[in-house]
T-cell receptor
Framework: KQEVTQIPAALSVPEGENLVLNCSFT??????LQWFRQDPGKGLTSLLL?????REQTSGRLNASLDKSSGRSTLYIAASQPGDSATYLC?????????????FGKGTRLHILP | DTAVSQTPKYLVTQMGNDKSIKCEQN?????MYWYKQDSKKFLKIMFS???????INETVPNRFSPKSPDKAHLNLHINSLELGDSAVYFC?????????????FGDGTRLSIL
């Protein structure tokens, strides 16, 4: 059974610092891994999607990496800003077939200190 | 020009009632989802429809019945509401099932059972 874990559950970082959020999954047979951002009272916004054949994806100050063999993904945020404060969730898509499923982690609540 | 819209945004009702939540997407996507986010912020998939056909039906009480009149709509009807149904329900859509493409989320419907 696939389980997705995110550690830490909460993180506070001074503005301007670089930071890394961690995501681990138990079953390496994933199709892809996706990072989301959730703001209070809002839905999820997709940040980056990494296919199983890829090692990383970049978008602006964000860089997500994927290591299937170790069951880990990281989201790197450079030069953090107060607007980055949100909950970040990772989600693993299981191997592609008609019964594909997406398993979410519980998220990391990030607070950037001005 | 909202991509995925849910109505209502808030729903407060008494135990035992029947209620519906509507979802519409204007992205031209073939796949739509319903998720439940509990009080601990854990997000779990409930249903997935592809081209109006059910492809994922997680262990959800049969009091929950999704209906997809067309590819752009996926409504969720809940019978005999219980206290444990209180949560935030998110609708999402993607171009293809199984997490192959990024998912786009609505802002959620906050259901409170009195």
């Amino acid at each position: 059974k696939q389980e997705v874990t995110q550690i830490p559950a909460a993180l506070s970082v001074p503005e301007g610092e670089n930071l890394v959020l961690n995501c681990s999954f138990t079953d390496s047979a994933i199709y892809n891994l996706q990072w989301f951002r959730q703001d209070p009272g809002k839905g999820l916004t997709s940040l980056l999607l990494i296919q199983s054949s890829q090692r990383e994806q970049t978008s602006g100050r964000l860089n997500a990496s994927l290591d299937k063999s170790s069951g880990r993904s990281t989201l790197y945020i450079a030069a953090s800003q107060p607007g980055d404060s949100a909950t970040y969730l990772c989600a693993a898509a299981l191997f592609m077939n008609r019964d594909d499923k997406i398993i979410f982690g519980k998220g990391t609540r990030l607070h950037i200190l001005p | 020009d909202t991509a995925v819209s849910q109505t209502p945004k808030y729903l407060v009702t008494q135990m035992g009632n029947d209620k519906s939540i509507k979802c519409e997407q204007n992205l031209g996507h073939d796949t739509m989802y319903w998720y439940k986010q509990d009080s601990k912020k854990f997000l779990k998939i409930m249903f997935s429809y592809n081209n109006k056909e059910l492809i994922i039906n997680e262990t959800v009480p049969n009091r929950f019945s999704p209906k997809s009149p067309d590819k752009a709509h996926l409504n969720l009807h809940i019978n005999s509401l219980e206290l444990g149904d209180s949560a935030v329900y998110f609708c999402a859509s993607s171009q293809a099932p199984g997490g192959e493409k990024p998912q786009h989320f609505g802002d959620g419907t906050r259901l409170s059972i009195l």
